[in-house]
């Protein structure tokens, strides 16, 4: 099955740990995003990424790391400099066809310091 | 920088009725807008795209519209169901990035 996977579903992080979050996508697709989701906020932008070994900041990067060594996945870590990471993670990639891009997300990760 | 708004946040209904949801945008150059539904928990799953050039698109009893000019777009669902009830999500894409700009949502919930 075609997809993007997120692991693990549930995570839970100790105080000054960094964790990181996997997504992988068997899409071929040339983008791929991770998102925040917090409660009456919406989806918010961390990072981004249109090719491999490059990646751009999205609007809310700090405290958060990513890697593009292959098409196919896009970790993201959450470092200890990120004083607030309990939230539901979210990864997606995307195709371009013509000016349009479809997105496709990941069933997310719900990380929790604990 | 866009800014994408979804009226109401929430919306309760009686199964059957026939409803409308809400997208505004404030740039309207954008190249496409895609509808999203999240049940509690989950990720997202993709419902419909419109390109900018097209007015809707319809899969099943949903049927997307898209007026570039005035900055909207509507999601309308017939013969609503409880198997509807989740949260719908609006995306705009702008330009040549790949970035989509998200609306906060509208909470469904269709009563039996």
């Known amino acids: 099955d075609g997809g993007i996977t997120q692991s693990p579903k549930y995570l839970f992080r100790k105080e000054g740990q960094n964790v990181t979050l996997s997504c992988e996508q068997n899409?071929?697709?040339?983008?791929m995003y991770w998102y925040r989701q917090d409660p009456g906020q919406g989806l918010r932008l961390i990072y981004y990424?249109?090719?491999?070994?490059?990646?751009q900041k999205g609007d809310i990067a700090e405290g958060y790391s990513v890697s593009r060594e292959k098409k196919e996945s896009f970790p993201l870590t959450v470092t200890s400099a990120q004083k607030n990471p309990t939230a539901f993670y979210l990864c997606a990639s995307s195709f371009r066809d013509g000016l349009n891009t479809e997105a496709f997300f990941g069933q997310g990760t719900r990380l929790t310091v604990v | 920088k866009q800014e994408v708004t979804q009226i109401p946040a929430a919306l309760s209904v009686p199964e059957g009725e026939n409803l409308v949801l809400n997208c505004s945008f404030t740039d309207s150059a954008i190249y496409n807008l895609q509808w999203f539904r999240q049940d509690p928990g989950k990720g997202l799953t993709s419902l419909l795209l419109i390109q900018s050039s097209q007015r809707e698109q319809t899969s099943g009893r949903l049927n997307a519209s898209l007026d570039k000019s005035s900055g909207r777009s509507t999601l309308y669902i017939a013969a609503s169901q409880p198997g509807d009830s989740a949260t719908y999500l609006c995306a705009v894409n702008i330009g040549w990035s790949y970035q989509l700009t998200f609306g906060k949502g509208t909470k469904l919930s269709v009563i039996p």
């Open positions: 899409l071929n697709h040339d983008a």
């Open positions: 990424s249109q090719i491999v070994n490059d990646f």
